[in-house]
Nanobody, 131 residues
């Protein structure tokens, strides 16, 4: 069974940090591009960050508003992609999802008009930032 399991969400005060994890089962992430998306309450889903590593090269993209505060990384041994989120604000409150695609690059996944077509989606993990 091919699955992504996102975890690490919770309630944090503004200015705090959280680290989200996305664990794959049934396939290995080192041949996939993995992205974090989020959906704030009452708003549309938006890309957060994407990563693809393998063959000695790593490609990473960030949404403009997250760069400098969020860091995406991968641990092939654990088949896991992480999202370290620092200096959180109430505007970061959202359900965070991880998704993976075998074919698309990080840039292509971040720009895709049809993210629902990606190969695998995990369930969301809720991040709530209090003011």
């Amino acid at each position: 069974d091919v699955q992504l399991q996102a975890s690490g969400g919770g309630v944090v005060q503004a200015g705090g940090s959280l680290r989200l994890s996305c664990v794959a089962s049934g396939f290995t992430l080192d041949h996939f591009t993995v992205c974090w998306f989020r959906q704030p309450p009452g708003k549309e889903r938006e890309v957060v960050s994407c990563i693809r590593s393998g063959d000695g090269d790593t490609g990473i993209v960030y949404a403009d508003s997250m760069e400098g505060r969020f860091t995406i990384s991968s641990d092939d041994a654990r088949n896991t992609v992480y999202l370290q989120m620092n200096r959180l604000t109430p505007e970061d409150t959202a359900v965070y999802y991880c998704t993976a695609d075998y074919t698309l690059s990080p840039q292509a996944m971040a720009r895709s008009p049809s993210p629902e077509a990606f190969d695998v989606w995990g369930q969301g993990t809720l991040v709530t930032v209090s003011s």
